[in-house]
């Protein structure tokens, strides 16, 4: 069986490939993230492959072997909205979403070893989701469980903000941090089966 590797730390990318029936193990390469691009799709994508490509650097891999990274920003009005650096910037970014639609993207690298060569498929997600209108109140009482300190956007949408989700246009999976729908496309796309 051919060894698949998530070259990401999220606890949230681990749970829908497992979800997914995917067997694999989970090593972040830990690299510096170098942003050269200024569109969010190519920011994604530029990012995911960074990530599968310190994986790889890490270990001798060996044959058939297939890397899979990811990354995964919010964007609202054309600004990047990353990881809050705070309570009050968390309390912010969600004050500048309540009732507005923005957009996640989520690029995807996935790297096989083939021939002693990587080949490398990347492409990137892109999903609209809308809030309702949430008071200033509502939106002091979820930064306060601590909950979007670690999230793209400041919240998580199979969380508590998940509460005030309007709507959403595209894959909910993209939202969460992964469009494993469009993985399985690519990979099946390409001859690789994630699956057994």
Request: net charge negative; proline share 4%.
């Amino acid at each position: 069986m051919r060894k698949i590797i998530l070259a990401s730390a999220s606890p949230r990318r681990r749970e829908l490939l497992a979800n997914a029936g995917v067997i694999f193990q989970v090593c972040p390469g830990n690299s510096e993230e170098k942003i050269t691009k200024e569109i969010p799709e190519d920011i994604v994508k530029e990012l995911s492959l960074q990530k599968a490509m310190a994986t790889a650097l890490k270990f001798d891999m060996e044959e058939g072997t297939v890397i899979l990274g990811a990354d995964t920003i919010v964007s609202f009005d054309n600004k990047i909205l990353g990881k809050p650096k705070n309570e009050e910037d968390a309390v912010n970014t969600l004050s500048m979403l309540q009732g507005n639609t923005h957009q996640v993207y989520t690029g995807v690298t996935v790297m096989e070893r083939k021939d002693s060569k990587w080949e490398t498929i990347t492409f990137a997600e892109c999903t609209d989701v809308s809030f309702y209108p949430v008071s200033e109140e509502e939106i002091r009482a979820y930064v306060a469980t601590g909950e979007p300190m670690d999230k793209a956007g400041s919240y998580g949408i199979q969380g508590g903000f998940g509460a005030y989700v309007k709507g959403i246009r595209g894959d909910y999976t993209n939202v969460v941090g992964l469009p494993v729908g469009r993985l399985f496309y690519e990979t099946k796309k390409h001859g690789i089966e994630l699956r057994g």
